[in-house]
């Protein structure tokens, strides 16, 4: 079945430092790729998204892109904020069907 | 302006207590889910419905049900045989066609006294 694997947090970096979270996906068909972001004792709201290999999601700075060979959707930004910390959720949706498979979430902590 | 609430924020249930979590959108969405979230962990689908009167059971169904009466509303009833219901739940809702994005409420944290 389908899968999502990101990596474990926490991760804790400095104001203006660059986020790395690695997001990997086992899928079959061609899924549409998504990162959420979750604010302490809040829903989740949707970051950004890719539906097709090669397409480059961006939001707020931060920047995800679909890449198909690697079955990855790594999510990056290069200088992060204290209003960045946050749990981030990689999910992908694959097609018949709308249901969204989460991977289990990394929490990142930025410091002043 | 448009979105999806849920009420209550925090809700507590007693040993062999069924308790409903409201969930409604004014989107015009046509689908609706409902997620549990456990400490630490992702989401986990418990029962989605993608048109009013009609609803499917997701990964960890057992213990809940829900009905989809209107449009609007989608509300989980946690029943007495749910024996682990402490946990934050989660509504969304999206068009319900194809790639389309879920937007999901503010949640629910369900607390067993």
């Known amino acids: 079945g389908d899968s999502v694997t990101q990596m474990e947090g926490p991760v804790t970096l400095s104001e203006e430092a660059f986020l790395t979270i690695n997001c990997t996906y086992t899928?079959?068909?061609?899924?549409?790729l998504f990162w959420y972001v979750q604010y302490p004792g809040e829903g989740l709201q949707l970051l950004l998204k890719?539906?097709?290999?090669?397409d480059k999601g961006s939001n707020k700075g931060f920047e995800a892109t679909y890449r198909k060979e690697t079955t990855s959707f790594h999510l990056e930004k290069g200088s992060v904020q204290v209003s960045d910390s946050a749990v981030y959720f990689c999910?992908?949706?694959?097609?018949?069907?709308?249901?969204?498979?989460f991977g289990g979430g990394t929490r990142v902590l930025v410091k002043p | 302006d448009g979105g999806i609430t849920q009420s209550p924020k925090y809700l507590f249930r007693k040993e062999g207590q069924n308790v409903t979590l409201s969930c409604e959108q004014n989107?015009?969405?046509?689908?609706m889910y409902w997620y549990r979230q456990d400490p630490g962990q992702g989401l986990r689908l418990i029962y989605y419905?993608?048109?009013?009167?009609?609803?499917q059971k997701g990964d960890i169904a057992e213990g809940y049900s829900v009905s989809r009466e209107k449009k609007e509303s989608f509300p989980l009833t946690v029943t007495s045989a749910q024996k682990n219901p402490t946990a934050f739940y989660l509504c969304?809702?999206?068009?319900?066609?194809?790639?389309?994005?879920?937007?999901f409420g503010p949640g629910t944290r369900l607390l067993v006294l």
């Open positions: 969304a809702s999206s068009t319900g066609q194809g790639q389309e994005t879920q937007y």
């Open positions: 899928a079959t068909g061609y899924p549409s």
């Open positions: 890719a539906t097709k290999a090669d």
């Open positions: 999910a992908l949706k694959t097609t018949p069907g709308n249901k969204l498979t």
């Open positions: 989107l015009n969405h046509d689908a």
């Open positions: 419905s993608q048109i009013v009167n009609d609803f």
